[in-house]
């Protein structure tokens, strides 16, 4: 039962009663006060170390990220600067070229957007499907000459090692795809010269052959009047 104030008993009524309350609930609030303050200086403590974590992780992939940015600027460097013709295939369509490329084939980038390889590149069946296992990792690497047409309509001979970019995967409806990464030479002047070698090795097996009928007939010729007179000569030995 609650006791009203005249009910208590007369210590209860004292100053000094009301003194140690008053300095007993300070206390407590006191005691409350520190240990919210211990508490959140605990949290503190955490938030800075995970905050210097994070700054950490932040630092170190900026850092990634200016070697990563550094190594595709070398790349590129390097790519553009070789004397072959340096193209990136994706989903059938050359996504990267280099200079080089761009000088020998004549195409801008912006004309790649709309072609598809097969435009280009003379493929049969068989390369088509060579292709396709690069692209699927079934095989690694492959290498075929064939002709390629031009911006201006020339056609010319490329020799061509295709491989796949390993690690560089784009997702696309969860199916991951791969790029392959393809290094030509153009060999057009070679097939000529193995072109006019082939005719030369005609001409000459023919010409070879007329000078073997000529003898042959010539002999023939020769042989017949000679029959003829040793048979006479022989007659008249008898």
Known sequence: LLL??????????TFWFRAILILGVIILFAIV??????FYEKKNRELQKINELLNIEIFERKQLEQ????????????FENLKSL???IKDNKIVFQNTYCKSTLKYEDDDLKNLEISQILQL???LKELLKLISEEKIESV????KALTKDK????LEIFSSSLKDIYISDNDVKQIYILCSATDISERKEIEKNLKKAKELAEKSNMLKLNFLAQISHEIRTPLNSIISFSELLNS
Request: aromatic share 12%; glycine share 0%.
């Open 33 to 38: 006060l520190k240990i919210r303050e211990n």
């Open 124 to 126: 049969n069946k068989e």
């Open 143 to 146: 290498k075929f000459e064939t």
């Open 67 to 78: 070697k990563l940015i550094e190594s595709e600027s070398r790349l590129r460097s390097i």
């Open 4 to 13: 009203t104030i005249n009910q208590l008993p007369p210590f209860f009524k």
């Open 86 to 88: 340096i193209f990136i």
């Open 154 to 157: 020339r056609e010319i001979w």
